[in-house]
């Protein structure tokens, strides 16, 4: 950010130095003012136009370094839990609002009068969940009712008191809540996409993976890139059914929060090699910070191979999941056991911040020249309209 920051002070500075060296803007009388009036008038306009170009300036190179550094942000899994859902009934609200009309008279000349007028809004029906962050998200009715028979716990907690205009029939809306009954098979799980810092995957490090070609980039996307939140990637083995699949979300919800993981099952077929992995973790370049990534190869229960892959320094938990999905066989209902198992005392997700301190990432030289060349021409672009309006 340093040499950006150099923008809103080079150029605003540049701009002043020639707009004082020039005569269009004379401050004293020896630069050709002619009064005192035109004096204040042109520091006024000078003061103008050191304030604006500082201030939109300072904004361009914001803009410019968040164009620059963007290659280094990344987005996420996060899970959580729905803790509430709400709903709540329409309603009518009486809305006071004011409507202009403009004549003109026989002299051509314009006039507006406003009028107040009152007109009665439908509100709802609304449907929301409640997270365990607190942030509250629309969700469709079928969804609330899908849920309300699961936590069979609605009760009504509120009425919004309906009111109308004229005639109008008001109507009132009653609020009702449903509050999750804190059961592991009651989870409702939530997902959503955030953004980290990654310097590692765009910096000359020696924690970055191999190059990747062309074509596995295109075959192996990161699951995050697709906006896909799913805790299962399938390149050939068997899919988990829906069940499964709802289970396995819930494993994410209930350790999501708490110790910020989320868990990848990366599933191939069972003749697929074991290099594959290698393959993956450089079209990824390597795992998201919060990932635990499993990859397997089985038939049937009958386990082919596992290898498991994260930024832990301590990979102890690698080994008991590994070692665990060996000897037990495999079922997505036991690899969900292993990780409420072990997640819990051997998972410690790693801070990138380490990384980022230290690490360099390079910069393409075109943004700050972005940056340069339209500071500069605002800066044109303001001068001239602050003189075409300065004897305002």
């Given at each position: 950010?340093?040499?950006?920051?150099?923008?809103?002070?080079?150029?605003?500075?540049?701009?002043?130095?020639?707009?004082?060296?020039?005569?269009?803007?004379?401050i004293?009388?020896?630069?050709?003012?002619?009064?005192?009036?035109?004096?204040?008038?042109?520091?006024?306009?000078f003061?103008?136009?050191?304030?604006?170009n500082?201030?939109?300036?300072?904004i361009?190179?914001?803009?410019?370094?968040?164009g620059?550094?963007?290659k280094?942000?990344f987005?996420?899994?996060?899970?959580?839990?729905?803790?509430?859902?709400?709903?709540?009934?329409e309603?009518?609200?009486r809305?006071t609002?004011?409507?202009s009309?403009t004549?003109?008279?026989?002299?051509?000349?314009?006039h507006?009068?406003?009028?107040?007028?009152?007109?009665?809004?439908?509100?709802?029906?609304?449907?929301?969940?409640?997270?365990?962050?607190?942030?509250?998200?629309k969700?469709?009715?079928a969804?609330?009712?899908?849920w309300k028979?699961?936590w069979?716990?609605?009760?009504?907690t509120g009425?919004?008191k309906?009111?109308?205009?004229g005639?109008?029939?008001?109507?009132?809306?009653?609020?009702y809540?449903?509050?999750w009954?804190?059961?592991?098979?009651?989870?409702?799980?939530?997902?959503?996409?955030?953004?980290?810092?990654?310097?590692?995957?765009?910096?000359?490090?020696?924690?970055?993976?191999?190059?990747?070609?062309?074509?596995?980039?295109?075959k192996?996307?990161?699951?995050?890139?697709?906006r896909?939140?799913?805790?299962?990637?399938?390149y050939?083995?068997?899919s988990?059914?829906s069940?499964?699949?709802?289970y396995?979300q819930?494993v994410?919800a209930?350790?999501?929060?708490?110790?910020?993981?989320?868990?990848?099952?990366?599933?191939?077929?069972?003749?697929?090699?074991r290099?594959?992995v290698?393959?993956v973790?450089s079209?990824?370049?390597?795992?998201?910070?919060?990932?635990?990534?499993?990859?397997?190869?089985?038939?049937?229960e009958?386990?082919?191979?596992v290898?498991?892959?994260?930024w832990?320094?301590?990979?102890?938990?690698h080994?008991?999941?590994?070692?665990?999905?060996?000897?037990?066989?495999?079922?997505?209902?036991?690899?969900?056991?292993?990780?409420?198992?072990?997640?819990p005392?051997?998972w410690?997700?790693?801070?990138?911040?380490?990384?980022?301190?230290?690490?360099?990432?390079?910069?393409?030289?075109?943004w700050?020249?972005?940056?340069?060349?339209?500071?500069a021409m605002?800066?044109?672009?303001s001068?001239?309209?602050?003189?075409?309006?300065?004897?305002?």
């Amino acid at each position: 950010m340093n040499m950006f920051a150099w923008v809103p002070i080079l150029i605003p500075l540049l701009g002043a130095l020639i707009v004082l060296l020039s005569p269009a803007w004379p401050i004293a009388r020896w630069q050709g003012a002619r009064s005192n009036w035109e004096i204040r008038r042109n520091w006024g306009a000078f003061g103008a136009y050191m304030v604006v170009n500082v201030f939109v300036c300072g904004i361009i190179a914001c803009l410019m370094w968040g164009g620059a550094i963007r290659k280094t942000k990344f987005p996420e899994v996060w899970n959580s839990e729905i803790v509430g859902i709400e709903h709540q009934e329409e309603w009518t609200e009486r809305v006071t609002y004011t409507v202009s009309h403009t004549t003109t008279d026989s002299k051509g000349k314009s006039h507006t009068t406003y009028e107040t007028k009152h007109r009665t809004d439908h509100n709802g029906p609304y449907w929301y969940t409640h997270d365990e962050y607190g942030k509250r998200e629309k969700i469709s009715g079928a969804e609330y009712n899908r849920w309300k028979n699961i936590w069979k716990d609605e009760k009504m907690t509120g009425v919004n008191k309906g009111s109308s205009a004229g005639w109008d029939k008001e109507i009132d809306g009653n609020i009702y809540r449903c509050v999750w009954p804190r059961t592991f098979e009651t989870i409702y799980p939530k997902t959503e996409i955030h953004i980290y810092e990654n310097k590692v995957r765009v910096s000359d490090s020696v924690f970055k993976w191999k190059e990747p070609t062309k074509e596995l980039i295109k075959k192996y996307r990161r699951p995050a890139d697709l906006r896909n939140t799913s805790p299962v990637i399938n390149y050939g083995g068997r899919s988990p059914t829906s069940d499964e699949r709802l289970y396995l979300q819930r494993v994410n919800a209930s350790l999501g929060p708490k110790f910020q993981i989320h868990s990848l099952l990366v599933i191939f077929g069972k003749d697929e090699l074991r290099s594959v992995v290698s393959d993956v973790l450089s079209a990824w370049q390597g795992p998201n910070k919060n990932e635990l990534v499993v990859f397997i190869s089985y038939d049937g229960e009958t386990v082919r191979w596992v290898e498991v892959h994260s930024w832990l320094d301590n990979t102890t938990l690698h080994a008991r999941m590994r070692d665990g999905i060996m000897e037990e066989g495999f079922s997505f209902q036991k690899y969900g056991e292993l990780l409420l198992e072990n997640v819990p005392t051997g998972w410690r997700r790693k801070h990138f911040s380490e990384f980022n301190n230290y690490l360099r990432v390079k910069i393409s030289p075109l943004w700050m020249i972005f940056a340069l060349i339209i500071s500069a021409m605002f800066g044109f672009g303001s001068y001239w309209f602050i003189n075409q309006n300065r004897g305002i």
